[in-house]
């Protein structure tokens, strides 16, 4: 099992960047893939990034290619999404997910541990 908890949402300017950690609890935490997903108001949740942990395969929204990066550290049971070139419609609450399955997985119903999601709110 996996406890997920994000952190470093906040109000950034247009432009500007930040870097959301999501701690994770557990032995196992290495074989999982993680993925990030966004909540806008009024809006379904949607994929913004994923990486498997088999072999560290990459895939991102295309919402988001180019400036956004997800990353991880299994030495310390973390994984992060570094935010570049935000624009106000990056604004959303930002949920981590973990799934045991081995690939790039963009359907949150495949995912089975969530964060309680970080707000990232950007100004215009």
């Known amino acids: 099992q996996v406890q997920l908890v994000e952190s470093g949402g906040g109000l950034v300017q247009a432009g500007g960047s930040l870097r959301l950690p999501c701690a994770a609890s557990?032995?196992?935490?290495?074989?999982?893939?993680m993925g990030w997903f966004r909540q806008a108001p009024g809006k379904e949740r949607e994929f913004v990034a994923a990486?498997?942990?088999?072999?560290?395969?990459?895939y991102y929204a295309d919402s988001v290619k180019g400036r956004f990066t997800i990353s991880r550290s299994n030495a310390v049971n973390m994984v992060y999404l570094q935010m570049n070139g935000l624009k106000p419609e990056d604004t959303a609450v930002y949920y981590c997910?973990?799934?045991?399955?081995?690939?790039?997985?963009?359907?949150?119903?495949?995912?089975?541990?969530w964060g309680q999601g970080t707000q990232v709110t950007v100004s215009s």
């Open positions: 557990g032995r196992t935490f290495s074989r999982y893939s």
């Open positions: 997910a973990a799934t045991t399955k081995t690939a790039v997985i963009q359907q949150e119903g495949e995912y089975d541990y």
């Open positions: 990486m498997s942990w088999i072999d560290g395969r990459l």
